[in-house]
Nanobody
Framework: QVQLVESGGGRVHAGESLRLSCAASGDIYSRSCMGWFRRAPGKERERVASISSIGGTTVKGRFTVSRDNAKNTWYLQMSDLKPEDTGIYYC????????????????????WGPGTEVTVSS
């Protein structure tokens, strides 16, 4: 059974940084594309970063995505945070493309974590 659990969210001031983590259980980590998504208040969910099984990344803005293979964990480093970065952040996995990332559409990802909330105040 695949489970994803995010952590690291919280309340910060503009200009500060946060690192989110996504821990995976189940036989999924080594052969998946992982995406970080954000649902901002009143907006649609959007992908902010993704990383393939071999480390190829796509990122938006001031974010960096990485993985720790020894810990089955992915990370999202967010720097110089702004109020518009506020939202619920989800990690998600696409296990149907042999570890390649096929795009940013949420429908491509089969497994989702429950989310972690990030609030950035000005």
């Amino acid at each position: 059974q695949v489970q994803l659990v995010e952590s690291g969210g919280g309340r910060v001031h503009a200009g500060e940084s946060l690192r989110l983590s996504c821990a995976a259980s189940g036989d999924i980590y080594s052969r998946s594309c992982m995406g970080w998504f954000r649902r901002a208040p009143g907006k649609e969910r959007e992908r902010v970063a993704s990383i393939s099984s071999i480390g190829g990344t796509t990122v938006k803005g001031r974010f960096t995505v990485s993985r720790d293979n020894a810990k089955n964990t992915w990370y999202l480093q967010m720097s110089d945070l702004k109020p518009e970065d506020t939202g619920i952040y989800y990690c998600a996995v696409d296990s149907r493309a042999a570890g390649q990332c096929r795009g940013g559409e949420a429908s491509l990802f089969q497994y989702w974590g429950p989310g972690t909330e990030v609030t950035v105040s000005s």
